[in-house]
């Protein structure tokens, strides 16, 4: 994986634009970066949007509001909660054991691989692509399981 195959935003973009991005693209968390390098700042994540909606006071122009600043007032706010959580990476030589104790120590759902001095953005690896690395899933069989049992409770 290239970092241009990586599903990012860039820290100057709209919040909005990168919670658009991660319903469009069924994801549930973006690396922020900078510059053409690609170097992660930070980490949006789709549960992020809880501090729009459970924070209105803070986000008054949230129309405008860039994703670095959206970063910055969620440290600030977090800082009073003791929760301020920042990107989670690894390098691409890091084996899978490392990766599997990151993911499991730091309670999160994804790792972000990087390379070279820029911390450039090359990879995202998933708790779903660990497991997998151990049960065998056939092809949309997540999907189809689901589905079925959505469209099956539908139906009733």
Do not use: W
Request: negative net charge.
């Amino acid at each position: 994986m290239s970092s241009d195959e990586v599903i990012s935003i860039q820290s100057n973009e709209l919040i909005l634009e990168a919670f658009k991005r991660m319903r469009d693209n069924q994801i549930g968390g973006l690396p922020a970066v900078e510059g053409p390098n690609q170097k992660i700042v930070g980490n949006v994540s789709i549960r992020d949007i809880r501090y729009l909606l459970l924070k209105p006071e803070l986000f008054s122009n949230f129309r405008q509001l860039t994703v670095k600043d959206f970063m910055d007032t969620i440290v600030s706010t977090a800082q009073e909660t003791g929760k301020i959580v920042p990107p989670i990476t690894c390098k691409l030589d890091s084996t899978l054991g490392t990766v599997i104790h990151i993911l499991a120590t730091k309670s999160v759902h994804r790792i972000y691989v990087v390379d070279g001095e820029e911390d450039e953005v090359v990879g995202v690896i998933t708790l779903r692509d660990v497991i997998s690395c151990f049960i065998f899933e056939p092809p949309n069989h997540f999907d189809s399981y689901f589905g079925f049992a959505v469209q099956e409770m539908l139906n009733q």
